[in-house]
């Protein structure tokens, strides 16, 4: 009798709502007449297919669908592929080939590096010799965790860094003493990493793959070497100054319930104590990671190292856990599935956007509308769209299709190109409003303390916050540091 008087569950009418709005942007933009074309300062014109369009309606409805969470993340990215096959914008072996992209394959491998620290111990132990430094207070266990965070993406890329420390932060939040409970210090502290993971990866060309095709393009085009020390010249003081002011900005809108979690130090000191010595396992995995990241870390440097992809070397690691036994089948059930899923999905609508050509034709609409503006509103309109582009596709998608126009238009504004490289660069780095931007966004998701609209909601102060550090830079940081910012007009 007890069960016929249960109370149901009641509809979700703005889960609908939102559904059906990326339903209707898809139908809208899908089946509109043929757009204009787009024009660049050259003359050349760049015409938006009926391809094109469609990818385009693909991505209003994923980004919608993403938003607002209206099916499970992994979920919409299904959705992608079916969308493009079913609406004939790409046959099925492109769009679904994409799904085991070797950036997605990447992110497999760094989520297997977190997992394997979590199984062997190692996250607690460097959590709780982490505590042990920065003590009780939770407002420098933020700063702990950014920095360390922020630096270890100077010589390993950001997505594996994510990978490491979540797993980590995992074993910090359980001392918080709120269970599993979402909270303001587990939104920062989970956020945040995903953030400054961003802010450390533009230091150097380690961080990501982003940073080396940029210098390729702006050879090519320009015809000038950018080198290994000099990008983190002028990077360093811009991505530090991220990572502090992230770390201010989430003391304000996510301060921790707890000034201070009383006894932590001891506490993580006495658990520490409690693990003993080194396991067999551990020290495998310290090797394993260890080697695997100077290998990845070397690539810059050794010409032979550079030919192997990056993915096939991290791949290794995942291979060498299961030889030596650190890992059996049953953790592969561990690994977080629908995040996979979301990043395939990313890859997917970021090469549908490019093969199409409708990111080509955005980038060349957009930017045009400021061929006649001051240089500065230039070089800001420029880190705008590529900051605006990197949260719905891959960044190094975002630089390729941006920096040619850019380059092509800068002459003729007296706008010199290292600063068009630079500025691009940095917002490539930070996608702070949607998860499929970058891999730390979606690590740090599996961690339920926030939904995707929190993210979203954060990310757009946080995004601001990044435009008036670009436009500082423009302004008065990089001329300081004697990188040049005009040159005279005219092309």
């Known amino acids: ?53 469609g990818a385009l309606a693909v991505f209003l409805l994923a980004g919608t669908w993403w938003v607002f969470e209206v099916v499970p993340i992994g979920i919409t990215s299904l959705m992608i592929g079916i969308l493009q096959v079913m609406f004939l914008i790409r046959p099925a072996k492109s769009a679904f080939k994409d799904f085991m992209d070797p950036s997605v394959l990447f992110i497999f491998a760094s989520i297997m590096i977190g997992l394997v620290f979590t199984k062997t111990g190692l996250t607690k132990r460097l959590a709780y010799k982490m505590l042990d430094i920065v003590g009780e207070r939770t407002s420098m266990i933020y700063l702990g965790v950014f920095v360390v965070t922020a630096a270890l993406t100077h010589i390993m890329a950001h997505t594996a860094v994510a990978a490491t420390i979540y797993p980590l932060l995992l074993a910090i939040y359980a001392l918080y003493g709120e269970g599993d409970k979402p909270t303001k210090f587990g939104k920062g502290l989970f956020i945040g990493m995903a953030y400054v993971a961003g802010a450390g990866s533009i230091v150097t060309l380690l961080g ?194 941006s920096l040619p126009v850019a380059l092509v238009i800068a002459p003729y504004l007296g706008v010199s190109a290292e600063v068009i490289l630079y500025a691009s660069l940095v917002t490539a780095g930070m996608p702070f409003l949607l998860l499929v931007g970058a891999a730390p966004n979606a690590i740090a998701y599996d961690s339920r303390q926030f939904t995707t609209g929190e993210f979203f909601k954060w990310g757009i102060p946080a995004s601001i916050m990044l435009m008036v550090v670009v436009g500082l830079a423009c302004l008065v940081i990089w001329p300081l540091m004697g990188m040049p910012i005009t040159v005279p007009a005219g092309g």
Not at 43 to 49: A, D, E, N, R
């Open 208 to 401: 990501a793959a982003r940073g080396a095709v940029a210098i390729g393009f702006f050879k090519e085009i320009v015809g000038k070497e950018v080198g290994f020390f000099e990008l983190s010249y002028y990077m360093a003081p811009i991505g530090w100054l991220m990572v502090f002011l992230l770390w201010g900005f989430f003391m304000l809108v996510c301060k921790p319930e707890k000034d201070r979690i009383p006894g932590l130090r001891e506490k993580a000191r006495e658990l520490n104590a409690r693990m003993g010595s080194l396991t067999r396992n551990e020290i495998m995995a310290a090797i394993i990671v260890g080697i695997t990241i100077l290998i990845m870390s070397l690539r810059a440097f050794v010409p032979a190292l550079d030919a192997v992809d990056k993915t096939a070397i991290i791949l290794c690691s995942s291979v060498l856990f299961f030889i030596f036994k650190i890992l059996d089948i049953k953790d592969l059930e561990d690994i977080p599935w629908n995040i996979i899923l979301l990043f395939a999905g990313a890859m997917s609508i970021g090469f549908c956007l490019w093969e199409t050509g409708a990111a080509k034709w955005m980038a060349v609409n957009w930017l045009v509308m400021f061929q006649e503006a001051n240089w500065f509103v230039f070089v800001m309109s420029i880190a705008f769209f590529v900051m605006i582009m990197t949260n719905f596709i891959m960044n190094v998608a975002a630089i390729a299709i």
């Open 1 to 53: 009798m007890e069960a016929a008087h249960a109370p149901q569950s009641k509809f979700d009418w703005s889960r609908l709502v939102f559904m059906l709005t990326g339903v209707a942007l898809f139908t809208l933009v899908y089946f509109s007449p043929a757009w204009p074309d787009a024009i660049d300062p050259t003359g050349q014109h760049f015409v938006l297919s009926h391809e094109a369009k």
